[in-house]
């Protein structure tokens, strides 16, 4: 069985006996449960719903709590743990209310296909009928990102509704699926039974004749993309597909906001496609036939005015060799062997571009300095959190060759993004710098994060890229054809009057902090950030509204 | 026609006609048309899909536009806005992940019954078929709140959905309609056409049958309870309410979380029901018929093992004078002179009750100080915004027969609605000092409102009440039958590890901050932040969990 999603073998999902005689709360059976699953991290910001499962947490030390004073914080993480597992953490949320909060970040997990375990707390069921002030409608507001949604209906269903709900979260494709769990559901008493697995059903492999066809396309001389997403963007899938473009002259690109792409080192580079339409029309004009490799079709981030949707040229044709449901390194190297039977994966596709020099930048403060003094700090190893937006242009460009790494994006365009994914990335990937290039509006969705990162410990260094200002809007006003707008319009898209001051934001919530006003001042306070552990913030003054 | 669901005279709701021979943006249409109809204030956060509305905020400068860093922070101020005027403001939110971020106090201000026009962008309506990143189902997100939800369906149309908008979110009863408006109807054209008016539907009359049925009830000699909740809590309803007491023995509770409620000064107080079930079962032991004015059945918050969800005694009967779509004031004024034929509804009512003294309290800091604290210096005319939670239990007390002043609480219990709803009421109250009575968890989940306070600068004085911990939930875990709790179960009710320092947040985002350790400094810091103009923040150190 090929792994699905992530890098490592999934978990046997089983549901968990209790001891022989014994009796245990439902919320105690439902953590059990999911430790036997191997979801041993929940990111919690729970309510009085959900005392009974915080109150079991001691009896199954196995399960880490991670607490988070905002919902947002809480899917954010989860996302980022994901990523890095490819294993679901749960969450543990409050009512409506409290999963209408993290909304937003598992909108992004969701078109990440990050595994999460959604768990929602509930009015006890015999309660509903009273419309206390608490009761909405959680299905409704669950039903926005979740491919799998269960009311669980009794203590004793818990066990196998979380078995279930662990197996739809690692699907193949991956997703959120999330367990509501009424308050008498979590205290009421289970009876011991027998264990039951369901295991994760295989990826599907990609059909022969489809190889074939697209063995074909790519043999064509006509020319041709391929774009890689989700899976195929991790080692052997950029291997595989470097080693097809060298023998057939296709030309590669990733999605615009890969949920993680691996990079640097001896990888092969990859281009990614652009966020703005018409620079993406460019890369994409000479294409006569597009390739989709676990990505989507190449559409425009937003409309505007007068502008296609569609990116691909006219005549062009699309093709899909496999999607998130598929074996997606499986195709790859299956169609690099047909198109070069002597390729191996082991050695396929190895960069051989002369390691760019990493000089210490010097100067003043541009998106073009910090992105040197980034490149030239990047430690091996490290998981780049890339929220960084206008401000992040050159970052791309200035790290590629940079030591084997890599780069997790906002995959949804929900901002409030980074600083949850970072912090959740840290605790599923222990042993790695986690570094968060945060732009400075996106950062005040979802600062909170810092004191999760604080109190757990975490090696993750922000990067506060302070341009005071929604700069990406400045652009959108402009490009939606809008102008340059009045000056009401223009205060709206300003974060200044008054400034944020993100060393005190972050001293606020123990997370030590500097300010760079320099490049010369943001390597040394990188550097030691890097050095120390635990979590540490640079703000980077930029010019105001600069991109 | 009475007036509803607030203080003042409704807004005629009209279409705007555009000058004759002239053409407008969608949305300049909608501007100009939610301004006709008196919805002068928007909230806002936008992106991309809002970038015309933002555009078009030059051309109607009559709009006021107030950008919020974060969505809860927009849906909470239009609330506290709602509350003081009577009127609704509008948001500005962007697609599905905005409105989610700001689901949690826009459920708060449907409890309240708050009038709000909610705006929400989306993609255009031709480019939604590609499922471009940001795609997600608004419609389900909005149905857990709102009471009307309309997808805008060209420009033409949007006039008419604003007016259409306006008028439901009127009522009455208040509440939150939602118009999803497309990025290409907002920057479509619209052509001019004639003004159609809309009226506020009238607020429905109390049968003459149901004053007469329940003069009989209070008049029967046998115990009543009036239970007064919304727009019965003003200045007349309370006055008649009294008035009825006096003249028949029933006694009188406020509904436990008012959206507002007016007191102080010469006004009778009121006893307000327990959150703890158990403290209002006592409260309403010796009923034998409650009378709901504008009130829900007194319903326990949440459920508790063991414990019922109806908090009446067993053979008390229910009877209702009026709910949310009547003149509820009308009603008990009406019941008043049913009662008391010689009642005057000017002088009905009127507190006899001494002025309590006021001292300066000293030593340490604790629940009952701070309270004093707060009752010492609270002025004529304050606004009371109070998410005080456990720390706050001697508030009510303590500033029973202060100044007048208004008392705005947490209605729906989604937390982190104190700071959003004092910057909405001081926008909507320009001339009133806003208290903000903030819990230090509840503080966290919105507080990017410190920085349009400042922005707008806002006479709001933000209290935190520092104790560390989520101290309603410590309480909660015994309640629930869960115990004490284990290290790791008590680990995730802590806020400490590290501290939050408040006022290093607060001076982050541009607000005058200060610490109190002693009920002499609280003082001193809350009569400095009242006496100066703008926003300040007092961090009360109280002891660890303490209630």
Not at 130 to 139: E, G, K, N
Request: negative net charge; glycine residues 10%.
């Amino acid at each position: 069985m090929t792994p699905a999603p992530g890098d490592e073998t999934p978990p046997v999902v089983a549901l968990s006996p209790n001891e022989p005689g014994t009796s245990m709360t439902g919320a105690r059976s439902l953590i059990r449960t999911l430790v036997h699953a191997k979801v041993d991290v929940c990111f919690a910001n729970p309510g009085t719903s959900e005392m009974h499962f915080v109150a079991a947490l001691d009896a199954v030390p196995e399960m880490r709590a991670v607490l988070a004073l905002f919902e947002g914080v809480v899917t954010g993480a989860a996302d980022g743990y994901g990523r890095m597992t490819g294993r679901p953490a749960a969450t543990l949320l409050h009512l409506g209310p409290g999963l209408g909060n993290g909304i937003a970040n598992l909108h992004n997990a969701r078109r990440a296909r990050t595994p999460i375990v959604n768990i929602v707390g509930e009015h006890a069921i015999y309660h509903q009928r009273f419309d206390a002030p608490l009761q909405s409608d959680i299905v409704a507001l669950a039903s926005n990102v979740s491919k799998w949604i269960r009311v669980c209906a009794s203590s004793d269903d818990l066990a196998a509704d979380a078995t279930d709900a662990v197996a739809a979260a690692m699907g193949p494709p991956g997703g959120i699926a999330t367990l509501v769990v009424p308050a008498d559901v979590s205290w009421g008493t289970v009876a011991g039974r027998a264990a039951r697995r369901r295991p994760v059903p295989p990826i599907g492999s990609v059909p022969a004749d489809t190889i074939e066809s697209m063995r074909k396309v790519v043999a064509s001389g006509e020319p041709v993309v391929i774009l890689l997403g989700g899976r195929a963007l991790r080692e052997r899938g950029l291997r595989a597909a470097t080693t097809i473009a060298g023998a057939t002259g296709a030309t590669l690109f990733a999605e615009t906001f890969p949920a993680r792409l691996e990079r640097g080192g001896d990888l092969p580079p990859i281009e990614r496609l652009a966020y703005l339409g018409e620079m993406a029309i460019g890369q994409l004009t000479s294409a006569r036939h597009i390739i989709l490799v676990d990505a989507a079709a190449p559409v425009s981030f937003f409309a505007y005015p007068g502008q296609p949707s569609e990116l691909w040229p006219t005549g062009c044709e699309l093709h899909a060799l496999a999607g998130p449901g598929h074996d997606v390194t499986g195709a790859l190297e299956a169609l690099a062997a047909s198109v070069r039977p002597s390729w191996s994966s082991a050695r396929g596709g190895t960069s051989v571009r002369p390691a760019p020099s990493f000089a210490r930048p010097t100067g003043p403060l541009t998106s073009e300095s910090l992105a040197a003094a980034i490149a030239c700090v990047l430690p091996e190893g490290a998981v780049v959190v890339d929220e960084s937006n206008t401000a992040g242009v050159f970052l791309s460009g200035a790290t590629e060759g940079a030591p084997r790494h890599d780069w997790l994006c906002n995959t949804g365009g929900a901002i409030g993004q980074g600083l949850p994914v970072a912090t959740g990335a840290a605790i599923g990937a222990p042993d790695r710098p986690v570094i968060c290039i945060q732009a400075d509006g996106s950062a005040m969705y979802t600062l909170q994060a810092l004191w999760t990162q604080a109190r757990e410990g975490l090696d993750v260094t922000t990067v506060i890229l302070s341009n005071r200002a929604y700069a990406i809007l400045n652009l959108e006003l402009a490009r939606v054809g809008a102008g340059a707008g009045g000056p009401l319009a223009r205060r709206l898209l300003e974060l200044s009057s008054p400034d944020l001051d993100f060393v005190a934001l972050a001293q606020g919530m123990g997370v030590p902090a500097a300010r760079a006003t320099t490049a010369e001042e943001l390597v040394v306070h990188l550097e030691r950030a890097l050095h120390e552990p635990g979590p540490h913030l640079v703000e980077a003054v930029l010019p105001i509204g600069f991109g």
